[in-house]
């Protein structure tokens, strides 16, 4: 039995085969706004997926894949639930199925989602002050608007600081508003881009042999330079963690196709960062304190520092540097409103 059979046989018969956006009757607009609605709904049939974005996210990683990577890709599916799994982690039972089942983390997903609407609007904001300067009526509304969300979600994170293995945010939280159309557009790509790191990182756990089928991931992250691979330095746990950041940075730059086919705005390794960058961001967010580890995982600040070597050694130098300044930027207004998380200090971030 293939592991999508025994998810929708013994362990969820209640959905019926339904994608996820269909029972949890998300409007598809809203979250993802150049989305289709149509191109969901009844002409979605489960392959990767019950999450129809997910599912595209899985055939985009199998098919810029090498063989062997294929074909593993190939025999996933990842369950996308809302609250009854409390952790993305998966399950894995060689006796049970065939393949990987992953169960995948809505929490933090939708949490990234929040953030990437703040982004998209900071990455404006910034455009703004660049070609009108500070004084310009425009630049102001994007400063107002930009501040007005800033203290929005700094008063939710509050609430949604999390015990690691769950974060739930409320339902109806939304920075957006329904007035900025070209940013959500912009905010949906971003979204898109940090479910591809946390579905890459899921997926490697899997593919790295650390929930008990078999390694083909360790041959790929091993080639990494030293500095790339700070799994040697760490206790075998948090190992796991350095791991599967370092082979989803593979797997998500490593694309050769366009991220999605309707626009080509983002480099698959531009994308690679933002996604990287902002989930592990929003992770810092949540936990308070970069610099404490948990049992489970690894300090914040440390799984960041080796994500930009491992993006540095993959791409190119340049935009990169654009990319690492604006989140350190993004990084200190979030920290002069919510005093957690991430400072904007390089300092601080390299400290450990
Ligand atoms: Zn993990």
Redesign the pocket.
Known sequence: MKAKEYYYEYIAPEEGGKSYQELQAIDMKSRFGYVSADSVGKNFTPRYSNDFLLDYLIEDFARNADASLQNRLENIFVAKRFNKVPNARAKGSKKDYEGDLIFFQVGLSDACFQYAILLSNFQYMKAYLKDYGINHPKSLEQVSVFQDKLIKLSNAQKRWSSYWDFIQIEKDFNLIEGSQSEQEERAAEIALLTDRFILG?EIA?HLLGHTGNYDIGKGYIELLPDNCKLWHKSDSVHAK?FQ?DALSLLMTCNATKELSNHQDRENPKTGSALGALLTLTVLGQLAGDIHKPTRTHPKVAVRYKQAMHILVELTYHGFLIHIFEDFLSFHKLLHTTQNRGFTGDIDDLFKD
């Open positions: 990182h756990h963690e599967a």
